[in-house]
């Protein structure tokens, strides 16, 4: 890495060590991280948002607006024309119209509410999912079809150093954001009075959050595909080690999302090697334990 970054360093090893290391290794890793600190920062943000500890990015249709442009490219070749990177695009294109239409919902008629987000997020994410289901249907190459379906699963396989160009700055200015608006979700978590009682219009906090998760949960799943139990499960674990208040909650949620999405990766290549797992299994099955845990806990608590 050193060799490629600086110069002054020798190349003491070989050309094919050198690919598998620059060109497949590191930017997956990069990747990985990008996209876990992705999830678990917008799950806080959403969770905060709504008001509901059960919110995760994929909760206003996100997820299924990225899966539906890229089950199009996959299926039908649609946009294969502007080039190598048209899965990624289309996919991006998906998660950013879905979150228009949700947006457009939830506005109409006043005010955007807790409620109407969630609302609205869940019958749009229904219908898009109806509409890959119905893609996959339609289409008469089975090989697409397993595409599209291991894409869904989430998958880091089509990791480079393009679609680390394309998540990383997106993560990086949507996580600055989030850091900087932290007094305006804890306001908002305390309630719409309360947060408007203390100078934080929610309605326009809502908007303002909503388009900054949007823009970086499209771009992680537009190169990743769908993971799901990293936005809901690592919000939690990070309010366990730094409690509730978001400008130190942000941070060690980015971190842990980082760090559990690359180790969740290394177990679906090595798992079943040389076969791959998709990325969704492994976080299910690691994710799915620590919420029966919560509920335990909650229970406990009364």
């Known amino acids: 890495m050193l060799h490629h ?5 020798e190349m003491s090893w070989s050309g094919s060590e050198d690919s598998i290391v620059w060109l497949v290794r590191t930017p997956r890793v990069l990747l990985a991280a990008f996209v876990g600190a992705a999830l678990a920062i917008s799950g806080v943000a959403l969770q ?3 008001r509901n500890v ?3 990015p994929y909760l206003l249709g996100v997820s299924a607006g990225a899966s539906t442009g890229a ?6 070749g649609v946009g294969v024309s502007v080039g190598a990177n048209a899965l990624t695009g289309s996919a991006f294109l998906g998660a950013l119209g879905a979150t228009a239409v949700v947006f ?3 506005s109409s008629g006043g005010k955007i509410t807790s409620i109407k987000l969630l609302l609205a997020g869940v019958a749009i994410g229904y219908v898009l999912n109806a509409a890959t289901s119905f893609l996959i249907f339609a289409s008469d190459t089975p090989e697409g079809a397993r595409a599209v379906l291991f894409w869904l699963l989430g998958s880091l396989t089509r990791a480079n150093w393009s679609s680390v ?20 979700l804890d306001a908002l978590n305390l309630g719409d009075d309360t947060a408007h009682a203390l100078g934080s219009p929610p309605a326009r906090v809502r908007l303002q959050v909503l388009v900054v998760v949007s823009l970086c949960v499209g771009a992680a799943v537009a190169v990743s595909g769908g993971i799901g139990f990293v936005g809901l499960v690592v919000p939690h674990v990070a309010r366990l080690c730094v409690g509730g208040i978001h400008r130190r909650l942000l941070p060690v949620a980015a971190l842990l999302g980082a760090s559990f999405l690359i180790w969740a990766d290394l177990a679906a290549r090595m798992i079943f090697a040389p076969r ?7 976080t299910a099955v ?5 919420l029966f845990f919560l509920v335990r806990k909650m229970r406990s608590e009364g």
């Open 5 to 9: 970054l600086f110069e002054g360093f």
């Open 48 to 50: 905060s948002l709504v």
């Open 54 to 56: 059960l919110a995760e």
């Open 71 to 76: 089950a199009l490219t996959i299926l039908f």
């Open 104 to 106: 457009a919902l939830a």
């Open 165 to 184: 160009a394309v998540a990383g700055p997106m993560v990086l200015i949507s996580f600055v954001f989030l850091v900087l608006w932290s007094r305006r």
């Open 276 to 282: 791959e797992l998709p990325l969704g299994i492994i």
């Open 286 to 290: 690691a994710g799915a334990p620590f």
